[in-house]
């Protein structure tokens, strides 16, 4: 059973809601990535989502795209990312850790070479945002050899099909996208949302996590209600924007408390 897989079980026991929490590796500064991550930790994730910057990432919004943008000043690269989390692995090897970005560096590297050096930094995960599952069944495999989970994304727009396709070779938890366009988008629907879950979960046990447009406590926990776990990305990328000096850290910290208590509040 991967770590990712122990972990639902282990909140669904519990009653709990997952809280993935999504940060570019190298930004701000490549040398808070790591401390951030504990912070993650701290405030109560269950999974971090890692992202890999990229030069054109399509499905991201401009708060996301900065972020690549300063990575990459930084010379961050995929390599750069195993690094982090292997030096993560030092202090936490509990934690899952999922890397989310695109096809091109996976390319560059080679997928059994990403699939071995992945595994050996301690990755639990990976979502490629660019690889639709239906032509992804090798990839998905060699990932699942490696012990990592191959994570795919559902939106609005999916098919009956393609929620078949991603149903047959995803694991550890679906990424539903909320909403049709990119990420820090603002017209999040709950009731939308609320209504497609049970289409997934006609044809995948797999938890279904859900991200895009979800920025604060209220949003995280209406979605949670039909969902297993809230993503949220851009918040906190603007979150670590907009800290003044030296309370970065804090400030996420905080804020990922703030959505864990609301994850954990009774409803009214």
């Given at each position: ?9 282990e909140l669904k026991v519990s009653g ?21 991550m504990h912070a993650l930790v701290r ?98 495999a060699r990932m699942r050899v490696a ?122």
């Amino acid at each position: 059973m991967s770590k990712i897989t122990a972990l639902f079980k282990e909140l669904k026991v519990s009653g709990k809601k997952g809280l993935i929490p999504f940060i570019t590796a190298g930004d701000p500064d490549p040398s808070m990535t790591v401390e951030l991550m504990h912070a993650l930790v701290r405030g109560g994730s269950s999974v971090i989502e890692l992202g890999v910057p990229f030069s054109d990432p399509m499905a991201d919004g401009p708060v996301i795209q900065r972020s690549s943008e300063r990575a990459l000043t930084h010379g961050v690269t995929l390599h750069s990312c195993l690094e982090m989390v292997k030096e993560f692995r030092k202090k936490d090897a509990n934690t899952p850790i999922v890397l989310m970005g695109y096809a091109n560096p996976v390319e560059q590297m080679g997928a059994e070479r990403f699939a071995s050096e992945a595994k050996a930094a301690g990755v639990d995960g990976v979502l490629v945002v660019d690889y639709p599952p239906e032509e992804c069944v090798d990839f998905a495999a060699r990932m699942r050899v490696a012990g990592i989970d191959p994570i795919f994304l559902l939106a609005p727009t999916s098919s009956h099909e393609r929620i078949k396709e991603a149903a047959k070779i995803a694991s550890g938890y679906i990424y539903y996208v909320s909403m049709r366009g990119v990420t820090g988008a603002s017209h999040l629907n709950t009731q939308d949302v609320a209504s497609i879950i049970p289409k997934i979960r006609e044809e995948t046990d797999i938890p279904i996590a859900v991200g895009f447009g979800i920025s604060d406590a209220a949003s995280a926990k209406a979605v949670s209600n039909s969902a297993d776990a809230v993503v949220i990305g851009s918040r906190i990328i603007r979150l670590l924007e907009d800290a003044p000096p030296g309370q970065a850290v804090q400030s996420l910290e905080t804020f990922i408390r703030e959505i864990r208590d609301a994850l954990d509040s009774e409803n009214p």
